[in-house]
């Protein structure tokens, strides 16, 4: 029987992934540079989706990416 609260999960828990708006502000063929406040460079190959929703960029990513 698997138990969902192993010593496993409570050292090393799950990263979560989050939706959050952003002003897309400069691409390279690596990074995006984005705003939301502060501007950060996100590599791509950590970006897991992009889409738009009234008007605004959303990104996929992981929470710690964005500060």
Do not use: C
């Amino acid at each position: 029987m698997l138990w969902p609260f192993t010593l496993y999960r409570l050292l090393y828990p799950a990263e979560r992934y989050v939706w959050a708006q952003v002003r897309i502000l400069h691409e390279t063929p690596k990074a995006v540079l984005v705003s939301n406040g502060a501007r950060f460079w996100i590599p791509k190959s950590q970006i897991h989706d992009i889409r738009l929703r009234h008007d605004t960029f959303e990104i996929y990513v992981k929470e710690s990416m964005l500060g």
